[in-house]
């Protein structure tokens, strides 16, 4: 019999670049954006949809001027330009939008990877929990934020610079940080709230279908029992109270729908829809980390 022999496979030591543990979820967040971007009909075409509201308010802005006036608390009421309304009411078609992404993208996310078992992979990889929640919640927030903070962002910085002179455009900055603030509301909504009925119901499917029943029917219930009860329970409708933060932000809140919830209901509405969305998902992740392969601490 010949003797064994050892064939050199041709191994060598990984020499690349090492990544802090702390930067793990920057991985999870790069190929979060990736699989958003990638097709057309999942975000594209609704980004698309969200510049074309964006183009059509800022004519408005621009053609409208002083021409027209609406008034503020019925008749008797303060007159308030039409124009100041634009920005606030544009709302109401970026969460449309908004709805939309959510529904392709945020509300299958973790029940697509519990059903394709890339758990499995990426605590086999050595990734933490945290990892995985932090990179999935900044990867959807990057997307979302295209849509429902950089449009109303772009319309203040058209309404600042159709101002008459330095002062009013001075004066009117304000604007500016009431708009990232209704846009940073809105990412929040349709990036935390939808992904945690992705992490509640382990098939992507159900979790689309649950989510858009949630935001449809429950927020249509919510606004008709509103007008027989109290306008506070029409904050379960999320749309409705994102619009209205916005409208009390700029000043306009007297100039609502019907039913429309309070803004401080509205806020607690749509935090606390995303805080036990994230502790959702929190749950989820923890519990296929023990389940699995190799799960790190």
């Known amino acids: 019999m010949s003797a064994g022999q050892i064939h050199d496979l041709g191994y060598k030591r990984y020499v690349g670049s090492r990544r802090a543990v702390s930067t793990r979820w920057t991985v999870i967040m790069r190929h979060q954006i990736a699989t958003a971007w990638a097709g057309w009909w999942r975000f594209k075409l609704w980004l698309v949809a969200a510049f074309m509201v964006t183009a059509v308010s800022s004519v408005l802005l621009y053609t409208l001027g002083d021409k027209l006036f609406r008034r503020i608390g019925g008749f008797g009421g303060a007159l308030t330009r039409f124009v100041d309304g634009i920005l606030p009411d544009s709302t109401i078609w970026y969460c449309k939008a908004g709805f ?17 078992g890339a758990f499995t992979f990426y605590f086999a990889r050595s990734m933490r929990p945290r990892d995985y929640v932090l990179g999935k919640l900044a990867g959807l927030g990057v997307i979302l934020a295209l849509i429902m903070a950089a449009g109303p962002l772009v319309l203040a910085l058209v309404r600042v610079g159709l101002s008459d002179d330095l002062d009013q455009a001075i004066a009117m900055l304000p604007t500016l940080y009431k708009a990232l603030a209704v846009g940073a509301l809105g990412t929040v909504l349709y990036t935390a709230i939808p992904l945690g009925f992705s992490a509640l119901i382990a098939n ?64 607690i509405a749509i935090l606390g829809h995303a805080a036990i969305a994230i502790g959702l998902v929190v749950w989820r992740v923890r519990r296929a980390q023990q389940t699995g392969v190799g799960g790190a601490s």
């Open 204 to 267: 992507r499917r159900h979790a689309m279908a649950v989510w858009a029943a949630y935001y449809l029917l429950v927020g249509w219930l919510a606004l008709g029992l509103s007008l027989l009860t109290t306008p506070a329970l029409s904050a379960l409708d999320l749309a409705s109270a994102l619009h209205a933060v916005s409208l009390h932000l700029f000043g306009l809140h007297e100039t609502g729908r019907a039913g429309d919830p309070p803004t401080s209901a509205a806020l």
């Open 100 to 116: 939309l992404v959510s529904l392709a993208i945020s509300a299958t996310v973790v029940a697509g990877d519990l059903q394709s």
